[in-house]
């Protein structure tokens, strides 16, 4: 038996994947290797990844610079706990990131994972109103079709539908929900698009702690690009009706929209921001959850004076070395131009799409290339299709998605688009 079906086989009979069951007959393919653009399966095929490994992998695999920092940070420690110890990775990747994001943003709370930042914001903007003797302000509004993670409080501000709210009722705390808006991202905010966030606002503000948004991408929960006008307007609705403003920009951040984050599309900063996947360019697991300083001195000050969290891992010493190294390489880099280039290609890559019935729409922003069909495409079928095309894409539902790493060239660009074109053109003929 080859190395590749000894894989295969025990996954088959043990693990679990992203959203899907278990002992299914989808495809999974063995990776052994990947470098740059390219994923190199236990067969030995070769991928270009048009996929980043979800929004993450934003400089390629295998980077050296990332893999030196690593490497030196291992021979000093790998991990320390955080309660009572400091160390200079934890300060430095702090300091850089109130920095690098929008000025009213002067603290960070490390985390694991993209759900647990969101967890924090969540937590952070009820004892905030808590310190403050509002403790009735502990509910959260959001948008349709929104995607926050999948830990329970993350859940409950997801999407109701694709979230499954229905198979968790019993489970998730109720939230406030608002239709999403229907201007497009180069369109301007027209009333009725900010009407249904506006009267919830106006109706529940007593008993709202926070809107918590992905601005301008709603990444998983269907790919939509909003108008900056529009996250300007529920700013300044935030402010009016005293609701702090969570932006979530775990898929957004670091660069992806074509702005370093995608609030400074709308020139608005939030109270609270969200980070993760990009932060370490795709090496380990880190997010962050960052406010402002009237935030952290009002839990700090207020009942019970401590903020009520402390994950094991928090602040991970190799992973704050990873994001250091990852934010140096991109700081560095010449990215607007980088991600303009790739928003070029992949708007005239993608266009030939738009002729064929079964798709609804093509968009494109910054380094998200998006084909939206009518109908749920079948994933088993066409999973084999993209890796005998040479690249790694993997569809979701009615979405064939492109968000390739910065670092990809012309060419490459060409085989992605190329590979979608032709999948989606023969679909189109069945
Ligand atoms: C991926 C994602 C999350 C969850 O991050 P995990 O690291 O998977 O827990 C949260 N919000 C947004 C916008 C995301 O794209």
Redesign the pocket.
Known sequence: MTNYSKILERDQQYLWHPYSAMHSDHPIYPVSSAHGVHIKLADGRQLIDGMSS??SAIHGYNHPVINQAICDQLQNMSHIMFGGLTHQPAADLATQLVEITPASLQTVFFVD???VA?EVAIKMAIQYWYARKQPEKNKLLTIRQG????TFG?MSVSDPVNGMHRLFAESLSPQFFADAPRCRFDQPCLAADIAPLALQLQNHHQHIAAVIL?PIVQ??GGMNFYSPDYLKQVRSLCDQYQVLLIL?E??TGFGRTGQLFACQHAAIEPDILCL??ALTGGYM?L?ATLSTLDISQTISNGEPGVFMHGPTFMANPLACSAALASLKILLDSPWQQRIKQIEKHLTTGLAPCKQFPQVKDVRVLGAIGVVEMHQAIDLKTLQPQFVDAGVWVRPFNRLIYLMPPYIIDTQQLNVLTHAITKIVSTLCQE
Do not use: F
Not at 147 to 150: A, F, P
């Open positions: 979800w929004w994972s993209g759900s969101v995607y926050h993670g999948d993350a992905e990444g998983a979530d775990i898929a993760g996947k697991t997010a």
